[in-house]
């Protein structure tokens, strides 16, 4: 059984920072790519950064220069900091592990955790 847990959310202000947290198992960690996504209240959900098995990162031009995505493979962890936090920024943030083997999708999600920047 798959599962990831998103932590580390919660209520900051402005200018602030936060540090999430996303502990998979039930997967292969090491071999599948890991994004946060990121969805506010009547918006679409959006992709905020993605970490490679690799390492190879890439970001939303939103957040660039403010959040930096990185992964524990040993740990079976992602993890994203959020700094110069923005009330923009305010959604509900989820982990996923995506990967396409042999044309078929495998992607899991998490259930999310609230951040919220406001004064």
């Known amino acids: 059984q798959v599962q990831l847990v998103e932590s580390g959310g919660g209520l900051v202000q402005p200018g602030g920072s936060l540090r999430l947290s996303c502990a998979a198992s039930?997967?292969?960690?090491?071999?599948?790519?890991m994004n946060w996504y990121r969805q506010a209240p009547g918006k679409q959900r959006e992709l905020v950064a993605r970490?490679?098995?690799?390492?190879?990162?890439n970001y939303t031009d939103s957040v660039k220069g403010r959040f930096t995505i990185s992964r524990d493979n040993a740990k079976n962890m992602v993890y994203l900091q959020m700094n110069s936090l923005k009330p923009e920024d305010t959604a509900v943030y989820y982990c996923?592990?995506?990967?396409?083997?042999?044309?078929?999708?495998?992607?899991?999600w998490g259930q999310g955790t609230q951040v919220t920047v406001s004064s």
């Open positions: 996923n592990a995506q990967r396409v083997v042999s044309a078929n999708l495998q992607s899991y």
């Open positions: 970490i490679t098995s690799g390492g190879t990162t």
């Open positions: 039930g997967i292969i960690f090491n071999i599948y790519p």
